[in-house]
Nanobody
Framework: VQLQASGGGLVQPGGSLRLSCAAS????????MGWYRQAPGKVRELVAT???????VYADSVKGRFTISRENAKSTGYLQMNSLKPDDTAVYYC???????????????WGQGTLVTVSS
């Protein structure tokens, strides 16, 4: 199972970005998809998660500004980020909790990270 994250970049405060995370490989099902971020000198933190049933959880710091979504048919997740602030600057990682085709168990998988820089 591989995850490919994309969509990061440099944006001015108040701007928007859309991150994508495409899962590939022998996947039977994806339970939860999520985004985490790690700013320089800080620990990795949860940004948002979405279950296969559509239940979402957001960090308080991004509520009302970020929207997580997924396209199950494409095994792809998205993070729409609006009203970006300098404090949102971080490497963003996608994560899935999925069942590979060869197993009856679910495992966690991480993408490689995409850098988001919010600066004027």
């Amino acid at each position: 199972v591989q995850l490919q994250a994309s969509g990061g970049g440099l944006v001015q405060p108040g701007g928007s970005l859309r991150l994508s995370c495409a899962a590939s490989g022998s996947i039977f099902s994806i339970n939860t998809m999520g985004w985490y971020r790690q700013a320089p000198g800080k620990v990795r933190e949860l940004v948002a998660t979405i279950t296969s049933g559509g239940t979402v959880v957001y960090a308080d710091s991004v509520k009302g500004r970020f929207t997580i979504s997924r396209e199950n048919a494409k095994s792809t997740g998205y993070l729409q980020m609006n009203s970006l602030k300098p404090d949102d600057t971080a490497v963003y990682y996608c994560n899935i909790y999925a069942r590979p085709s060869h197993s009856s168990r679910c495992y966690g998988y991480w993408g490689q990270g995409t850098l988001v820089t919010v600066s004027s």
